[in-house]
């Protein structure tokens, strides 16, 4: 699972990360400004071989640099849980060096009872 196989006991919450799972969009969630989640859709896309490579780092560090600040500015917008961000343009740095130019938004949520953000994805180059 591209949630590091944590064992989650409710069931709701099982399904939801399930569809998260499962999404064709990448999807991930950082707490703190680190990766905490990433999907299948979001290991395939940033080019790595497993959600391993990516849980547990600096979000910054797979984003191009003129994309950094605005995306710092979208993610301290939000204020409240269930916050959303207008979808912005954003350049991703991919594992085999290459760019990804992606839409995203993101929204003020909660991962494992803790405030966090998640974000989704949409790929621009197709």
Known sequence: ???GGQ???DPAERRFRELLDYCPDAICVHQHGRLVYIN???VRW???N???QLIGYEITRFVHPDSIQPMLDRILALRHEGDVSEPS???MLRFDGSTLDVEAVSILTTWDGLPACQVIFRDLTT
């Open 89 to 91: 343009e954003a350049k």
């Open 7 to 9: 064992h989650i006991s």
């Open 46 to 48: 940033m080019a790595a």
């Open 50 to 52: 497993s959600a391993d």
């Open 40 to 42: 299948a859709a979001g």
């Open 1 to 3: 699972m591209a949630h």
